[in-house]
């Protein structure tokens, strides 16, 4: 089953290949989407880790230590997790936009390009430059979105993290004091 969706991946890339004119768009579609699904991975993978390793050891270290304190860690770690999976799936829709965008702004640029002459007959060089400013102002926004949501994912983990912190030492006094 996995061989023949495959082949069906190369068929439908072999069809666009032939529909969409030459080499280049090809070998510049691919390049453009493998370094983009590569940095995709790499930072989900990266924050993945980091928060299973830290929310796992805190875990296990404040249900030996101390079970009120573990539940509120379980209860943070929870609430991060929530968040994670929500900001992993603007990730992924994020990424396939990106990734449209710069294909339809490397095709115009091409397309430019490969018609520079007639372009300059024509005296359209500033209708090609808005064509290509469409594109390149779409991959902003959804880059500046894509930062606002890391910003968010950022804000908090750093909130959770004051707020447990200010939990555990309250905890920590009432269990001390015991």
């Known amino acids: 089953m996995h061989h023949f969706g495959n082949m069906q991946w190369c068929a439908r890339l072999l069809v666009w290949a032939r529909k969409y004119d030459p080499v280049g768009d090809l070998t510049s579609r691919l390049g453009a989407d493998c370094q983009q699904v590569s940095h995709v991975i790499g930072n989900d993978l990266n924050l993945i880790l980091l928060n299973v390793l830290q929310g796992?050891?805190?875990?296990?270290?404040?249900?030996?230590?101390?079970?009120?304190?573990?539940?509120?860690?379980?209860?943070?770690?929870?609430?991060?997790?929530?968040?994670?999976?929500?900001?992993?799936?603007?990730?992924?829709?994020?990424?396939?936009?990106?990734?449209?965008?710069?294909?339809c702004a490397n095709e115009v640029a091409q397309e430019t390009f490969s018609l520079m002459r007639t372009v300059r007959v024509y005296g359209t060089e500033e209708q090609e430059l808005r064509r290509y400013a469409v594109w390149m102002g779409k991959l902003a926004d959804i880059t500046l979105r894509q930062s606002a949501a890391y910003g968010y994912w950022n804000f908090s983990f750093n909130t959770l993290s004051l707020n447990s912190e200010k939990h555990f030492k309250y905890q920590g006094a009432k269990f001390w004091k015991l």
């Open 56 to 103: 796992t050891g805190a875990l296990v270290y404040l249900l030996i230590l101390s079970l009120p304190l573990g539940l509120c860690t379980l209860t943070i770690c929870c609430a991060l997790f929530t968040i994670m999976l929500l900001h992993g799936q603007y990730q992924k829709k994020a990424a396939k936009l990106i990734q449209e965008y710069t294909a």
